[in-house]
Nanobody, 123 residues
Framework: QVQLVESGGGSVQAGGSLRLSCAASGYTASRGCMGWFRQAPGKEREGVATIGSGGITSYADSVKGRFTISRDNAKNTLYLQMNSLKPEDTAMYYC?????????????????WGQGTQVTVSS
């Protein structure tokens, strides 16, 4: 049984930083594509960043240059380093694993999803 458990969310002021973690069990993080998605109240879920099995990363335009996705294969954990946070980054952030056909943030074709961790950025 695959489990993805996110942590690291919280409340910060604009300009601050947070690092999200996603611990995977029952799934080998290095095996396939993993990603981060987010959903703000009243809005559709959107892709933030993805990382493929070969380490190739892809980002949504709204976070390029501010967020970095990475993976520690030894710890079987996915990370999202978020810098220069803005109020519009406020959302529930979800970890996802095992994309079925494409490894880009605009595709939510993932088999497994975590429960989410809340990020709140105040101005």
């Amino acid at each position: 049984q695959v489990q993805l458990v996110e942590s690291g969310g919280g409340s910060v002021q604009a300009g601050g930083s947070l690092r999200l973690s996603c611990a995977a069990s029952g799934y080998t993080a290095s095996r396939g594509c993993m990603g981060w998605f987010r959903q703000a109240p009243g809005k559709e879920r959107e892709g933030v960043a993805t990382i493929g099995s070969g380490g190739i990363t892809s980002y949504a335009d709204s976070v390029k240059g501010r967020f970095t996705i990475s993976r520690d294969n030894a710890k079987n954990t996915l990370y999202l380093q978020m810098n220069s946070l803005k109020p519009e980054d406020t959302a529930m952030y979800y970890c996802a694993a095992d994309a079925t056909y494409a490894c880009y943030p605009r595709f939510s074709n993932f088999r497994y999803w975590g429960q989410g961790t809340q990020v709140t950025v105040s101005s």
